[in-house]
Each structure stands twice: as structure tokens, then as C-alpha cells.
């Protein structure tokens, strides 16, 4: 049952979104000596990655950071994931290139998944357990870059897989339901009244891909803005 967390503005948010982080990756570091982390893309975590970047109090140099979803793009594409948080935090913070977990967009969809899968399953090993993982909601109800109705989401082994979706960027790079299922920390970012249909759905109990995303030993967080819950 997904119980949203209502703030008043996006500001108060993506405040305690940054709380989130840094609570989770100091509990992390404590206790695991390194902290976990996976971005979503999309324009609703920018923001947060500007407050990040103004954060003096977390551990850059224990703290890893994967990617939920890639475009499959270089780098410096405009489209990018990373790109766009290299340009909003990566370039901001001290954080060592070796934390840096890059999805290559500029591969092929199945080598760069290929190339992600092998990172992660070296990284995480056997059990997978992302510490902290922010993901985003698509009008249509998709996250990361699972997309309603799409084969991806009946993935039952892999944690990274090539889709090749209706918007563009066409093909990407997608964390699958395993993998955001063992994560000890799930937190949604939903701002703006036109995420308000989708959320609606979600918290109607339809089974669209962000619903999906329920941690088996882990939280969730659904953290929105009162212009999305506007419906
Ligand atoms: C992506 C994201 C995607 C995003 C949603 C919401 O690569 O596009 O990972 O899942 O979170 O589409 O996008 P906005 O934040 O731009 O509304």
C-alpha cells in the first residue's frame, strides 16, 4: 500500500529528500563502510542534485553512485542521465571517478546492460542491495525505465536490461524489479500536477511499473508535492 508523503512545496521536498541521502548514506557508511546509491533521470531529480551538491556533511569519498535508468547515449548527450547529473552534482563534489558508476549509453543497449550487470553483480554481489534508490514517475505510470505492458517487467534474474520504449531516447538501459526490490531504500520523487493521473492510479492500486516497485526488505518512500496530489 503506497502512503504518499504530501509536501507543501517542491522546496520542502527536495529538503527532505536530501535528508534522506544524507541520513542514509551515514547509516550506510556506519555500518557497511560504504554507501550504495542509484539516480533516476528525467528533469525531477535535478533540483535535488543541486542541493546535493551544496551538502557539506556526506561521505562523497565512501558513497557509490549508480544509475536506475540510462538513455543509450554518450555522455555528453543532452538526453543523458548521467550527463545531466555530472552538470547538476558530479562536477560539484568531491567524490572519487572510481564512486562514479557510469551506465555506457554509448554502447550498444545489450552490451552497455550487459557491461552494467557485470558492474553491479561485481559491486553488490549475490544479494544485490542497493543502500538508497531515487526513482521518478512517468505520466503513463512507467519508472527507471520500465514502461507499462513492457517484457522487462516480468524480469525475474537480470538487474540490468536494454528496452526499447515509445519515448525518446528510444533505447535504455533499465534497472529491473529485482534489482529496486532488494534495495534497503526506495524513495519516489513526484512533482507537478501532471504527475497527478499517474499517481492517482498508483495509489488506486493499479499494477502500472512504478507500483511494482515494493522493496521486500526494504522502505519506500512515495515523496510528493501537493500539486501532484491535486487529483
Ligand atoms: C528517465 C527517468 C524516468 C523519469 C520519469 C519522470 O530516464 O526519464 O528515469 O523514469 O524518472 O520519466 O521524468 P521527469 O522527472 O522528467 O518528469
Not at 24 to 53: N, Y
Not at 154 to 179: F, K
Not at 192 to 208: I, T
Not at 213 to 227: A, I, K, M, Q
Amino acid at each position: 500500500m503506497v502512503e504518499p508523503r504530501i509536501f507543501a512545496s517542491p522546496g520542502a521536498l527536495y529538503q527532505h529528500a536530501v535528508n534522506v541521502f544524507a541520513h542514509a548514506t551515514a547509516d550506510a557508511v556506519h555500518q557497511r563502510g560504504r554507501c550504495v546509491v542509484a539516480l533516476s533521470g528525467g528533469e525531477t531529480p535535478r533540483p535535488l542534485f543541486g542541493l546535493l551538491a551544496r551538502q557539506s556533511d556526506i561521505a562523497w569519498c565512501d558513497t557509490h553512485l549508480f544509475w536506475a535508468d540510462e538513455r543509450c547515449v554518450p555522455p555528453e548527450d543532452r538526453s543523458s542521465n548521467y550527463g545531466a547529473a555530472k552538470e547538476t552534482l558530479l562536477d560539484r563534489i568531491a567524490i572519487p571517478i572510481g564512486n562514479v558508476h557510469r551506465t555506457r549509453g554509448e554502447l550498444r543497449p545489450l552490451d552497455a546492460a550487459d557491461a552494467c550487470e557485470v558492474e553491479l553483480r561485481r559491486f553488490l554481489g549475490p544479494t544485490g542491495r542497493i543502500d538508497l534508490v531515487y526513482l521518478g514517475l512517468g505520466i503513463d505510470g512507467h519508472t527507471a525505465s520500465l514502461f507499462p505492458q513492457h517484457q522487462a517487467l516480468e524480469e525475474s534474474v537480470r538487474w540490468m536490461l536494454p528496452v526499447h520504449a515509445s519515448a525518446m531516447p528510444a533505447w535504455r538501459i533499465t534497472a529491473t524489479l529485482p534489482l529496486l526490490n532488494a534495495a534497503r531504500h526506495v524513495v519516489f520523487l513526484v512533482v507537478g500536477r501532471n504527475k497527478g493521473s499517474a499517481l492517482r492510479r498508483v495509489l488506486d492500486g493499479e499494477p502500472l511499473p512504478a507500483a511494482r516497485v515494493r522493496p521486500t526488505h526494504g522502505t519506500l518512500d512515495w515523496l510528493v508535492d501537493g500539486s501532484a496530489c491535486s487529483r
